[in-house]
């Protein structure tokens, strides 16, 4: 009989694999057939192997490597700074702990401030030492000009997912972290932003700290890419969260949208499956949270 122990580290033990039958692969295809039937899509931040390993066995669809680190890891006050190299050592070590375990989430790899701006040959370098490392999609923020670069990657074959909103790259322009798309004028551009992203191949929307309403009304407007809430209701495709965040380890003031699901888990590993459940489930997030 075969040897079916958990595999073991120096560290410790790693989570059991899930059986086939339980969990499948996710590839661009199962993310848009989860979109049709209407099954919220889970995602989640990791920035190196073992907790990748622990949110895949846990059931997230879709791990981000987030320009985040720039804060949870390397103490910054924001994104800007984060370098590509530093991304690329971090997706790669989360690819490998994705395939340590049992392999199914979609690795999604954030395009740093710097690295994509200057043209969209930049863009697919950028996006080339990403896909080498390990990432199966890769992120950029912005709508407007980033539309071409979109369908350029697209086209060559590299899975893109957009981020409207709040975009952290920028936030010094936004003025700080403020919610985005409020009123008339702010929402139509959004909305041409959005459709646009689309159009152009986008096949993931993040939207960060967006109306409700307005959030609710995008995902109903794109069929065929799904819209990735933080802080924009429960009304997406999908929910997002940086991992520091959901296990109630944030060194600064949490945002009034993000849970603390460690706070009733008995570990990690099962405070990452209570929100992929509240997320599946339509429990997570709050509604009342985001009346922006």
């Known amino acids: 009989m075969a040897d079916t122990a958990t595999p073991a580290t120096p560290y410790g033990t790693l989570p059991p ?3 086939p039958a339980t969990r499948k692969p996710v590839s661009l295809p199962r993310l848009g057939e989860m979109r049709a039937r209407g099954e919220k899509i889970a995602m989640l931040t990791a920035y190196d192997a073992t907790f990748a390993a622990l949110a895949d066995g846990a059931g997230v669809d879709c791990i981000l490597i987030g320009d ?5 890891c390397q103490g910054r006050h924001s994104t800007v700074g ?3 190299e530093a991304m690329r050592y971090h997706t790669e070590c989360v690819a490998h702990g994705v395939r340590r375990v049992q392999g199914t989430a979609w690795v999604v790899s954030d395009l740093p401030f710097g690295s994509y701006q200057e043209s969209r040959e930049q863009a697919l370098r950028s996006a080339a030492v990403l896909m ?5 999609m890769v992120k950029l923020e912005g709508g407007g000009w980033t539309t071409d670069t979109v369908r350029f990657l697209v086209e060559r074959g590299i899975p893109v997912c957009a981020h409207l909103g709040l975009t952290p790259q920028t936030v010094h322009a936004l003025g700080g972290y403020r919610v985005q798309g409020r009123g008339d004028e702010a929402a139509t551009r959004m909305r041409a ?3 646009a992203l689309a159009d152009a191949g986008a096949a ?3 939207l960060e700290m967006v109306p409700a309403q307005l959030a609710a009304a995008l995902t109903a407007e794109l069929p065929h890419c799904a819209t990735i809430g933080i802080g ?3 009304g997406t495709a999908g929910q997002v969260l940086v991992m520091h965040d959901m296990l109630g380890m944030n060194l600064g003031r949490m945002a009034r949208f993000v ?18 459940r509240a997320v599946k489930d339509g429990s997570f997030p709050d509604d009342a949270l985001h009346a922006w």
């Open 17 to 19: 694999a899930a059986t």
């Open 204 to 206: 993931l929307l993040v």
């Open 82 to 84: 984060v370098t590509l």
């Open 193 to 195: 932003d959005a459709h």
């Open 259 to 276: 849970r603390n699901f460690m706070q009733d888990a008995d570990g990690v590993s099962a405070a990452m499956a209570a929100y992929v």
């Open 68 to 72: 985040s680190l720039g804060m949870v």
């Open 132 to 136: 080498e490392a390990g990432a199966h």
């Open 232 to 234: 924009a209701g429960r």
